[in-house]
């Protein structure tokens, strides 16, 4: 294994990709944060230095919505070195039935979070065969695999990343280069509290009681934390994960359906 690890997290400002950071910068790794807002960047990045004495990062702002730029390396090479973990953690698309979804909808959702897996998988994972070390973690949700009318956009773009993901662990394991996806049911998140805000509104109920209606049927009778996915990032990037790769490994309290 690589000893010095440079890792390249999408979505990295909150909620699940800020936790990843964290457990990230507690291990000492040099960290790439990406999301659109600079601001929260910063904060992070700040944090990070005051608690864990770790300055090994750099912050790049940039809508995901839009498509990476392919020098993306160029720039990587020139700061903190190539990352040879990359974490795609683009957000969720705005739920909706797909009559009320226009072209310009379809395409900023392709890139953010189709297009983003496959470009920066592309582009990094040339850095990893040469290296003959590597890790790629997507994470994704339950919709992929379960879809819902009201999630179309998410269910369809997501599935086509876990068959990308999928295919692309044939060819890269042989270079020590494990390639997995994460499926997320309730994490306690801002996109879940939106999720909540707006289902809520559309079936005429309170927050509470929504909230209430879901919890009732997740098995675990709790939704789950950011900490406990990043638990499952580590384990996949460190030696005892190396023999897992080209998996859908569900996160969920057990409340989907899918075997």
Known sequence: MIKKKVAFITGASEGIGKAIALDFAKKGFAIYLLSRSKKKLKKLKDHILNY??????????????KKINKNIDKYCKNKLGLPD???NNSGGPESGMFLNITDRMWERT???????????????????IKNK?????????????????GMVQSATVRAAALAFNKSTSFDLAKYGITNNSILLGGIETN???KIIKINAKINKMTE????NNLLKKIP??????????AALVSFLISDNGEYVSGQSLVIDGGMSKII
């Open 85 to 87: 973990i990359l974490i």
């Open 208 to 211: 509470s009681k929504y909230k």
């Open 191 to 193: 996109r879940l509290k």
């Open 52 to 65: 864990y004495h770790n300055d090994r990062v750099d912050i790049i702002s940039h809508d995901m919505e």
């Open 133 to 149: 070390w590597g890790r790629i973690i997507t994470i994704s949700s339950t919709v992929a695999k379960e879809p819902s009318s």
């Open 110 to 128: 392709l890139n953010r979070n189709l297009f983003s897996i496959i470009n920066l998988t592309t582009i990094f994972s040339k850095y990893m």
């Open 220 to 229: 675990s009778a709790r939704f789950g934390k950011p900490e406990e996915v």
